[in-house]
């Protein structure tokens, strides 16, 4: 398998613009997290999904952020308007099972840059 | 609270070397305890994962301990190489929150020649 796959790789654009990251899960995980990593706070869990289906979001910070997963193999994450202080790195992560019992496995991220 | 404390938080050692990490946690119930190795500008990517019964796993060259009663881990590396050079992360595992982890911040280890 291809592993977590996250696009794109590094983001920069401009204060107020809708910024787009995207999350192609390893089939058959049942799991899907969206996480933030910055040097002050280290890995922070934004939401996760079980079987499509939001399970828990009370990590996102603002109304500005959303998160949908259509379907099994696909997830966006939204920030609409963006903010310099939403300047993070990005990682989805998957799992078959909860974190309980399945291994997590992290995409390489996407570098988020708000001018 | 639930925390997860990292010690130290970065680490300089030559390569040949052993060293080996420390983490704490205040995470209850606990679950289990799992340490990750990320590379720069890469994604965390999983070493060993530990539950309550376990006190010791190894990887390879890495060697995790688990101290259930004290709530403490550690994380040793035998004969350290460049390519160690990374940020390992202790990640605790809440048993009564699915999907609820808590991360540590990390100890950047630098392995010189």
């Known amino acids: 398998d291809a592993g977590v796959i996250q696009s794109p790789r590094h983001e920069v654009t401009e204060m107020g613009q809708e910024v787009t990251l995207r999350c192609k899960p390893i089939?058959?995980?049942?799991?899907l997290f969206w996480y933030r990593q910055t040097m002050m706070r280290g890995l922070e869990l934004l939401i996760y999904?079980?079987?499509?289906?939001?399970?828990?979001d009370s990590g996102m910070p603002e109304d500005r952020f959303s998160a949908k997963m259509p379907n099994a193999s696909f997830s966006t994450l939204k920030i609409q308007p963006s903010e310099p202080r939403d300047s993070a790195v990005y990682f989805c992560?998957?799992?078959?099972?909860?974190?309980?019992?399945?291994?997590?496995?992290f995409g390489e991220g996407s570098r988020l840059t708000v001018l | 609270k639930n925390q997860v404390e990292q010690s130290p938080q970065s680490l300089i050692i030559l390569e040949g070397k052993n060293c080996t990490l420390q983490?704490?946690?205040?995470?209850?119930?606990?679950?289990?305890l799992r340490w990750y190795k990320q590379d720069t500008g890469r994604g965390p990517v999983s070493l060993t994962i530990?539950?309550?019964?376990?006190n010791t796993k190894s990887n390879g060259r890495y060697t995790a301990t688990l101290d259930a009663d004290t709530k403490q881990s550690s994380l040793h590396i035998t004969a350290s190489q460049l390519s160690d050079s990374a940020s390992y992360i202790c990640?605790?595992?809440?048993?009564?929150?699915?999907?609820?982890?808590?991360f540590g911040r990390g100890t950047q280890l630098t392995v010189w020649p």
């Open positions: 089939s058959g995980h049942d799991y």
């Open positions: 530990m539950t309550f019964s376990e």
């Open positions: 990640v605790v595992s809440r048993g009564s929150t699915l999907g609820r982890l808590y």
């Open positions: 992560a998957s799992s078959w099972g909860t974190p309980d019992t399945g291994e997590l496995f």
């Open positions: 983490c704490n946690y205040t995470v209850s119930p606990f679950s289990n």
């Open positions: 999904f079980n079987n499509n289906v939001p399970i828990d």
